[in-house]
């Protein structure tokens, strides 16, 4: 008998007290199709992107499944003032709570919340709301809405710049020359192929670019893309 993807687990908002059920998808239901050249997956059946946020029915606080229930509410003052005040306040909460099969709309009012409770915190890892802002470009990209895709990914390439400029390590899984190709596959899918063929290039420099031998074959493969693309366009290639 096959397991069902999704379960609804029981859980405490850290800030407003709540207990809540929310819906989450197993792991082991996770079947991957193929991969795109942002490293978005393309998933048989449910996508666990549309259960990765957990939010409050009372506050609307929300954040990664991972990291909802370890947050210290010692330390977030900001968090816990606004969890206070949207607790309090008579407005509408948005339709987001929903138990069982969700919609990428959903999610995408889901991500929108943790990015804005994320800016919150007392201490903001630059990482995590760049994969945020990326983990948007996929949702939308679901929906077929490539004017919010579009919009998404310009917020997807600022965040991961200013990540690239200040963050003192970088995943291990990408290291210094995969974020610099994210960064410049992000422009390409933007027709910013100038731009993308510098970031390319920049990756090609890269000290690490001898660790991750198939990221720099990706990077060659994106190079002579971006010089066909510049020439079809008759733009100069200096």
Same mark, same amino acid.
């Given at each position: $008998?096959?397991?069902?993807?999704?379960?609804?687990?029981?859980?405490? *908002?850290?800030?407003?007290?709540?207990?809540?059920?929310?819906?989450?998808?197993?792991?082991?239901?996770?079947?991957?199709?193929?991969?795109?050249?942002?490293?978005?997956?393309?998933?048989?059946?449910?996508?666990?992107?549309?259960?990765?946020?957990?939010? *409050?029915? /009372?506050?609307?606080?929300?954040?990664?499944?991972?990291?909802?229930? %370890?947050?210290?509410?010692?330390?977030?003052?900001?968090?816990?003032?606004?969890?206070?005040?949207?607790?309090?306040?008579?407005?509408?909460?948005?339709?987001?709570?929903?138990? /069982?099969?969700? #919609?990428?709309?959903?999610?995408? %009012?889901?991500?929108?919340?943790?990015?804005?409770?994320?800016?919150?915190?007392?201490?903001?890892?630059?990482?995590?709301?760049?994969?945020?802002?990326?983990?948007?470009?996929?949702?939308?990209?679901?929906?077929?809405?490539?004017?919010?895709?579009?919009?998404?990914?310009?917020?997807?390439? #600022? !965040?991961?710049?200013?990540?690239? /400029?200040?963050?003192?390590?970088?995943?291990?899984?990408?290291?210094?020359?995969?974020?610099?190709?994210?960064?410049?596959?992000?422009?390409?899918? $933007?027709? %910013?192929?100038?731009?993308?063929?510098?970031?390319?290039?920049?990756?090609? !420099?890269?000290?690490?670019?001898?660790?991750?031998?198939?990221?720099?074959? $990706?990077?060659?493969?994106?190079?002579?893309?971006? %010089?066909?693309?510049?020439?079809?366009?008759?733009?100069?290639?200096?």
């Amino acid at each position: $008998m096959a397991v069902e993807a999704l379960f609804n687990y029981k859980i405490k *908002c850290p800030f407003c007290g709540t207990q809540f059920e929310t819906t989450r998808m197993r792991q082991s239901a996770i079947r991957v199709k193929e991969q795109e050249s942002d490293f978005g997956n393309v998933y048989e059946g449910e996508c666990p992107y549309l259960y990765a946020i957990t939010v *409050c029915p /009372g506050c609307t606080f929300a954040a990664k499944n991972t990291d909802f229930e %370890k947050i210290r509410f010692q330390s977030e003052a900001k968090i816990m003032a606004a969890s206070k005040q949207l607790k309090a306040s008579t407005k509408p909460k948005p339709d987001i709570f929903a138990l /069982g099969p969700s #919609t990428p709309e959903v999610a995408v %009012k889901r991500y929108e919340l943790c990015i804005a409770f994320y800016k919150m915190r007392y201490v903001v890892e630059l990482g995590v709301l760049a994969n945020l802002y990326l983990q948007l470009v996929w949702l939308y990209r679901l929906m077929k809405n490539p004017e919010k895709e579009q919009l998404a990914l310009a917020q997807a390439i #600022t !965040a991961y710049e200013t990540y690239l /400029g200040k963050a003192y390590t970088l995943p291990e899984s990408l290291g210094e020359p995969g974020v610099i190709y994210l960064i410049g596959d992000m422009y390409r899918r $933007m027709g %910013k192929y100038k731009e993308a063929r510098r970031m390319f290039e920049s990756g090609l !420099a890269s000290k690490e670019l001898r660790d991750y031998p198939k990221i720099a074959d $990706m990077i060659r493969d994106m190079i002579q893309l971006m %010089k066909e693309k510049l020439e079809k366009a008759g733009e100069p290639q200096a």
